[in-house]
């Protein structure tokens, strides 16, 4: 147990350290570096830079040092002191941009990752045990459509909905005059009221994979022989399905927690640029469009972060929840 | 004497023999079971026949703008006009246009007194059919004016003529994607199962690695690297590249766990001790044994490229004009003012979810005949 624990906390330390250099390389990877683009912008506007003053200036980013003294100085800043670098679209330390944005980001992400558990474990569960009624078909149905429809698509479509029966903006997570006001209870109320758009948007594709999954998973569950022997030991048909096929198959559905959490962190860039929530993604899209790359780069970091420790965490709870697991390694 | 017979009523599909069925057949027969396959099949099939033929297939050519019909809906087609009368030929109502006494914008207005009846196949704009003659022939158009089924966008281009050329360089650039998904998956997976051992370890760490990163922002990031001054052909290629990353690890990982465990086979072993090449025993005996797992994978792996393609090219990081994709035209549709002004221009999405539909399906029912000899 605490072997396996170890084992995958090296493995998380290791992903990280593998993705720092993905990020990197991401950052290094636009032809050109900013002080080349620096000088366009002032050729542009009509005050050149001196060659002198290019160099100086790429002197002081340092950026005409070989790369892995960057990478170093780079990670060894984020590791000690927080700093993942500078924006210079934005005129601000990268720490800042993402900190002020990366909350919200986090609240969207688990809550639709506990809606989509919420939603799908029991519509999954229902689904098996009554395979083929009018409602296993339904739910299918809707799940293939969910699954087909990319995320940006859905959420224009409720945003044009609402605009044209409600009448309001869905877009943003709060209305105009709580935009900026400090935080109250009213202003909560109104956060709840707008994040279900992006929830919903962000968690249908998700919570029809996980119906499909849970359903099959049961499935295979119900027609095994120690389902029969304890219905043939008279156990209520609630109690056994709960406390025999379900627990099974959450195995699965545990195991793969991480991925869902990937798939969500994935998605929610493009939901957010959308719906022009004031959360990472419009950040993110800036800063790729304007080939911000630090900005960009840290981004790309911190999205895969969460995936890798999330990951970790599935694990571990997996290793609580199947003893096999537990096991492995003692016997 | 009873060989014709049989041979007869077979091609006649009455009597199944299982036992005399090749592996394929056996396949076909356990596909066609799978009815939303056969009906996905069907839609693919209309899918790949509007892209071969799109010139041919919409009333105008893509670059073509209508200045009298501009930002407008799409237009219905009739058989009973406004007196309820019917008319055999579908016709659309006539448009007219006028200002707007107030913003003075050019406004088009339904005149119902005129018909433009449809017609087949008739003479419009020049284009040049695959690149190679040239014709003025469309399949239809309408006698007297124009037609727009799917409405036109704010240059007045029509967005049924757009959303079938798109058609084509969506499911082409899959396609590549896929393709090229394929090559690598086969090539990687195939070297980790068939040396084993550390190569092996290494490779499934690093699609593990590759499985655990959040997709999106990865390859966000990597074609937003792209230098900005590439032409649009160059970017098409790069992004089939970006997009091929996404595919391969799925497929790499059913190569290998099918040559790991067909290795161990019998059959296998029998080939090796009569002498056969290691070569030899790979192409002849092990590919063909799990060819159809690795077609189960292509279908599964199409969508996800499909729809990645679709995401970047939206956000406009993927493909650009004057390359149209599915995605290029959503890209029009980015914000909530265009789309309730012209929700219209949210069509070509309906295609990507109609496409994405199908190919899950045809998976579906692939994945169940992959294995023909499973209950």
Same mark, same amino acid.
């Given at each position: 147990m605490i072997r396996f624990v170890i084992n995958r906390f090296v493995y998380m330390v290791l992903t990280m350290a593998a993705v720092s250099v993905v990020a990197f390389v991401l950052i290094q990877l636009p032809p050109g570096d900013f002080a080349d683009s620096y000088a366009n912008k002032r050729q542009q506007a009509g005050a050149p830079i001196t060659a002198e003053e290019l160099d100086n200036m790429r002197h002081q980013l340092g950026i005409d040092r070989p790369w892995f003294v960057q990478y170093g100085k780079w990670v060894s800043n984020m590791v000690l002191e927080g700093d993942m670098g500078y924006s210079w679209e934005w005129r601000r330390p990268v720490t800042d941009l993402i900190g002020e944005r990366l909350p919200l980001t986090l609240l969207l992400a688990f809550s639709t990752l506990i809606l989509m558990y919420v939603v799908a474990i029991p519509i999954g569960i229902y689904s098996a045990v009554r395979q083929y009624s009018a409602t296993d078909h339904i739910f299918s149905t809707v799940g293939y459509v969910g699954l087909a429809t990319p995320n940006f698509l859905l959420a224009l479509i409720l945003m044009y909905l609402g605009q044209r029966? @409600? &009448?309001?903006?869905?877009? &943003?997570? @709060?209305?105009p005059e709580y935009q900026?006001?400090?935080?109250?209870w009213p202003r909560v109320v109104n956060l709840m009221e707008h994040l279900w758009v992006p929830v919903v948007v962000l968690g249908t594709a998700g919570t029809a994979y996980l119906i499909r999954t849970i359903r099959a998973s049961t499935l295979d569950e119900l027609d095994k022989m120690y389902v029969m022997a304890a219905r043939a030991g008279g156990i209520s048909p609630m109690r056994l399905l709960l406390k025999y096929p379900v627990r099974m198959a959450l195995n699965p559905i545990v195991a793969t927690l991480g991925w869902r959490l990937t798939y969500v962190i994935s998605g929610a860039p493009i939901v957010g640029v959308v719906m022009s929530l004031p959360d990472t993604g419009p950040l993110f899209l800036h800063a790729l469009l304007n080939q911000d790359m630090y900005l960009a780069g840290g981004m790309v970091l911190i999205y895969c972060a969460f995936t890798i420790i999330g990951t970790f965490i599935s694990d571990l709870l997996l290793v609580l929840l199947d003893p096999r697991i537990r096991m492995e390694g003692q016997a | 004497m009873t060989a014709p017979v049989q041979a007869i009523s077979l091609r006649k599909g009455r009597l199944k023999r299982p036992e005399m069925a090749t592996q394929w057949q056996l396949m076909w027969w356990k596909f066609k079971k799978h009815h939303m396959a056969l009906v996905g099949m069907s839609l693919l099939a209309a899918f790949v026949f509007s892209a071969v033929f799109a010139e041919f297939l $919409?009333?105008?050519?893509? $670059?073509?703008?209508?200045n009298s019909y501009l930002a407008s809906g799409p237009m219905g087609i009739h058989f009973f006009d406004a007196e309820w009368d019917f008319h055999a030929r579908p016709f659309v109502y006539a448009r007219t246009t006028k200002r707007d006494?107030?913003?003075l914008r050019k406004l088009s207005v339904v005149d119902e007194s005129n018909h433009w009846p449809i017609e087949f196949f008739v003479r419009g704009s020049t284009y040049k059919f695959w690149g190679l003659f040239e014709t003025d022939i469309h399949l239809f158009g309408a006698k007297g004016g124009f037609i727009h089924l799917f409405g036109t966008d704010t240059l007045g281009r029509d967005v049924f003529t757009r959303t079938l050329h798109a058609t084509r360089v969506s499911l082409s650039v899959g396609l590549a994607g896929v393709s090229f998904a394929f090559i690598l998956g086969a090539i990687i997976g195939g070297i980790a199962g068939y040396f084993g051992g550390m190569i092996d370890n290494a490779i499934m760490r690093l699609i593990e690695f590759i499985r655990s990163v959040p997709s999106l922002p990865l390859w966000l990031a990597l074609s937003a690297a792209?230098?900005?001054?590439?032409s649009s052909f160059q970017v098409y290629l790069a992004i089939t590249v970006i997009l091929a990353l996404i595919g391969w690890t799925h497929l790499a990982r059913t190569v290998r766990s099918k040559l790991l465990a067909l290795r161990e086979e019998d059959f296998t072993l029998a080939a090796r001790l009569s002498g056969c090449t290691d070569m030899r025993i790979i192409l002849r005996h092990l590919l063909p044994a799990f060819m159809s797992y690795m077609i189960v994978d292509v279908t599964i792996a199409f969508p996800e490229i499909l729809l990645a393609e679709t995401s970047l090219s939206f956000l406009g990081l993927g493909l650009r004009e004057p390359v149209e994709s599915w995605g290029v035209l959503l890209y029009a549709a980015q914000n909530v003012r265009s789309i309730a002004h012209?929700?219209?221009?949210?069509?070509p999405g309906l295609f990507v979810v109609f496409a994405v539909l199908a190919f899950n399906f045809v998976g579906d029912g692939m994945r169940d005949a992959a294995d023909p000899y499973s209950k």
């Open positions: 029966w @409600f &009448g309001q903006s869905v877009g &943003g997570l @709060f209305s900026d006001a400090p935080w109250s | $919409s009333p105008a050519v893509p $670059s073509e703008r209508n006494p107030v913003t792209l230098p900005r001054e590439w012209m929700p219209w221009l949210l069509i």
